[in-house]
């Protein structure tokens, strides 16, 4: 029978506890979302992208380049350079879409592609499928990084070195000064993947001020709108020419459906309030030291991390799961990530907190945590 390898495919998934489903949160507490500043359901976000519903109509109607690019299409990437400091941006419908577009447009097979081990999918993926070399550097090891430049650089014609800024799973922060100083030194490009970065990080808003770093330092800089921004879509920053460089030659750009221009006025107000509302940065950072403080007391050892990303490791994906679908049962949404997403051994709770969420909610989940990590669950977990 054709294809009677999904079924058995599927079937291993599940006896490996690895099966991947969608599942309703059901009004549960959300400590799986990237909502990291609490926006998305801000009733001026939601009144904003009625409005340019109003005035543009639901849709975008074609791709940027024949119909859909609109006066709030350029408003927007407009506020996006001016605010991270760039000559243009240029918006895209996911970060995927934007990291495949980038990594594939730039890159031949005369050129060298260096990567964190680390880095999303997006990223390694495209890199797989460039034409490029592609060589991994030790996930936040400039030395490493340094290493491989100094062996390979030489043979290529041009060189691009990738890295995210807070790491989407381990909610680390990537060492950007001395990984922009490596680049400088070895006459490659940098590309930061700041989708879990920006609008959040409490000393700059983005990981490049967060690290004290200027557009000179960062040549090219992708951001999405579906984590603090509490919307969807994603953006590049770069020099002009880089930008009309995609606007010409980007294909997953030039064939894809425009943003509808209602949610290019949504993430235009957002941008607004995260400047202006700027007690949801500190409250979510008064958030994470309590959680940290309070897993500390409760011998729950947490991941090295001081972002809005928490990871709980769990190491066996079964007993992740298990733990998570208690905690679902006690009204709290807590995902469990298993491999591929991340190494074999290390399924984790990826716990994420938002501005929306107060101390007695984190309080729950400390309780309902303890009680799941210690077997005290009527063998729930």
């Known amino acids: 029978m054709a294809f009677e390898f999904i079924t058995q495919v599927l079937h291993q998934q599940q006896v490996n506890s690895l099966l991947r489903t969608r599942a309703l949160s059901n009004g549960a507490i959300n400590f799986s979302a990237n909502d990291y500043l609490g926006l998305s359901t801000h009733p001026e976000l939601i009144s904003a992208w009625q409005s340019g519903a109003n005035e543009y109509g639901v849709g975008s109607g074609g791709s940027f380049l024949v119909t859909g690019y609109t006066n709030a299409h350029a408003a927007l990437e407009d506020k996006l350079a001016e605010i991270t400091g760039y000559e243009s941006s240029l918006l895209f419908n996911s970060g995927y879409s934007a990291n495949q577009a980038l990594i594939k447009v730039l890159l031949d097979k005369h050129d060298l592609l260096v990567q964190d081990k680390l880095n999303h999918a997006s990223l390694i993926e495209a890199g797989v499928y460039s034409p490029a070399t592609m060589k991994r550097f030790k996930h936040n090891d400039s030395e490493h990084l340094a290493q491989i430049l100094t062996q390979n650089r030489h043979r290529h014609t041009n060189s691009l070195v990738v890295t995210e800024g807070v790491f989407s799973m381990d909610g680390d922060t990537a060492d950007l000064q001395a990984i922009s100083q490596q680049c400088k030194a070895h006459d490659s490009w940098l590309l930061v993947d700041d989708a879990h970065g920006f609008g959040v990080l409490p000393k700059g808003r983005n990981s490049l001020k967060q690290h004290s770093l200027l557009a000179r330092d960062v040549d090219l800089y992708m951001a999405t709108f579906g984590k603090a921004v509490g919307v969807s879509g994603a953006f590049v920053a770069a020099p002009k020419d880089v930008i009309e460089y995609l606007v010409n030659f980007s294909k997953p750009y030039i064939y894809s459906t425009a943003m509808p221009a209602a949610m290019a006025v949504c993430i235009d107000k957002a941008l607004t309030i995260m400047a202006t509302e700027t007690w949801r940065v500190a409250h979510l950072s008064q958030l994470i030291t309590y959680f940290k403080q309070q897993c500390s007391l409760r011998n729950i050892t947490l991941m090295p991390s001081d972002t809005a990303i928490q990871p709980l490791i769990i190491g066996d994906a079964n007993k992740a799961m298990k733990i998570s679908q208690y905690l679902a049962s006690k009204g709290l949404l807590v ?47």
């Open 335 to 381: 995902k469990a990530i298993r491999p591929p997403t991340v190494p074999q051994g290390s399924s984790r709770l990826r716990i994420t907190l938002s501005a929306s969420h107060s101390i007695e909610d984190i309080d729950l989940l400390l309780t309902r945590l303890k009680d799941a990590l210690d077997g005290r669950t009527g063998g729930t977990a």
